[in-house]
């Protein structure tokens, strides 16, 4: 008795189909199991594509991953080799277009691949900083949690004594877009003299005095703490009191028909985003140039490599009035300023200043 033709050809697609494919997955290569050559066409580029996923809108990002194909064991299983290591924190889907129809695979790095956060950084770079320092930043390795971590990082005195106040506690912890950045205010209310909190409990740091800056069990997105805690040592100058001034900076200016960076050169150490945000220049065009920044060491220099060769003409750099070094002092005055001690009444006025290129 035969069966009928619908059973027929059920068991017909179930023996001609692979097994359920499988990923095993390294940052360097995807390993599918349970897909041979004889499942694909290894001489088709389209057989095997790997696209990031957009976690939001539930979709593959165009254009596809670059990378190449390998047969392993005898032509067994297929391997995807991505031209550059897979990232952590990324969604990724990989398509397969088998003989019998597509297979889309959407995965990330497995957790024992991912590597636990450290401290990249810590902005101002130099550890001989005012006692009115106001805004400090701590840059991670990797994307982290936007709650909880603030109570990971502490000040502490030559013995060993927690500086009871010393961070202003946000509501909010303030991270950059990637949660790679952490912006750490010292509570400005303590910073800045003739407040009542001033008065009462006086600045967190003392000039000619040692503290450190500890930084330990923070987690990142994955809920992985620190590999290592982080300290940061901090000897105590005088207080700050002379506000940035553009009189005072010092411009290299490259020659046209070349991309060699403009530079500017402070006497004193600047707000690192401050340095990143409030400045730009604009060509003889009137429109803003295209380029690259970079902050040099201590916060002491800004260089501005364009995209293009300069051209002949008279550039212009606009400077917001906001920018600051880490006391909070701005091109406006004294962040700890007294009544009609600014120099401009409006703040975040643009200034200009003009610079030839020939």
């Known amino acids: ?21 499988e990923l095993h997955i390294q940052k360097s290569v995807v390993v599918i199991n349970h897909l041979s050559a004889d499942d694909v066409v290894l001489k088709d580029e389209e057989s095997i594509n790997l696209y990031v996923w957009d976690k939001l809108e539930e979709r593959k990002i165009e254009p596809p991953i670059s990378g190449k194909l390998e047969e392993q064991v005898e032509g067994k299983t297929i391997a995807f080799i991505p031209a550059f290591p897979l990232l952590e924190g990324t969604k990724y ?12 695979k959407v995965f990330e790095l497995p957790d024992e691949l991912r590597s636990q956060p450290v401290v990249s950084a810590v902005y101002p770079t130099t550890d001989s900083l005012s ?4 805004r400090m930043y701590i840059q991670f390795s990797q994307p982290m949690k936007t709650v909880g971590n603030l109570e990971n990082i502490k000040l502490i005195n030559k013995e060993g004594e927690k500086i009871a106040g010393a961070i202003f506690n946000n509501v909010h912890e303030l991270w950059d877009s990637e949660q790679k950045q952490l912006t750490i205010i010292l509570d400005p209310a303590r910073v800045k003299t003739d407040l009542k909190v001033n008065k009462r409990f006086g600045r967190a740091l003392e000039p000619g005095k040692n503290y450190q800056l500890i930084i330990e069990k923070a987690e990142d997105i994955y809920g992985q703490t620190l590999k290592q805690s982080y300290t940061k040592n901090i000897y105590v100058l005088k207080e700050d009191k002379e506000a940035p001034d553009l009189n005072n900076w010092s411009i290299i200016v490259p020659a046209s028909g070349n991309t060699t960076a403009l530079t500017l050169q402070f006497p004193q150490i600047l707000d690192r985003m401050s340095l990143f945000h409030r400045m730009r220049i604009l060509g003889p065009d009137g ?4 380029g690259k920044i970079e902050i040099g060491f201590k916060e002491t220099s800004w260089s501005f490599t364009p995209f293009k060769k300069w051209e002949n ?3 212009i750099l606009q400077v917001s009035s906001r920018l600051e070094d880490p006391a909070g002092n701005n091109l406006i005055g004294l962040f700890d300023h007294k009544i009609g001690g600014l120099k401009r009444e409006r703040e975040g006025e643009i200034l200009e200043v003009e610079v030839d290129v020939r």
């Open 1 to 21: 008795m035969s069966l009928p033709i619908f059973l027929q050809i059920a068991l017909f697609l179930i023996a001609s189909c692979p097994n359920e494919v």
């Open 287 to 290: 429109k803003p140039v295209k």
């Open 313 to 315: 003409g008279k550039y």
């Open 131 to 134: 006692e009115n320092l106001l």
């Open 93 to 104: 889907v990989l398509e397969i277009n088998t003989i019998n129809g597509l297979v889309n």
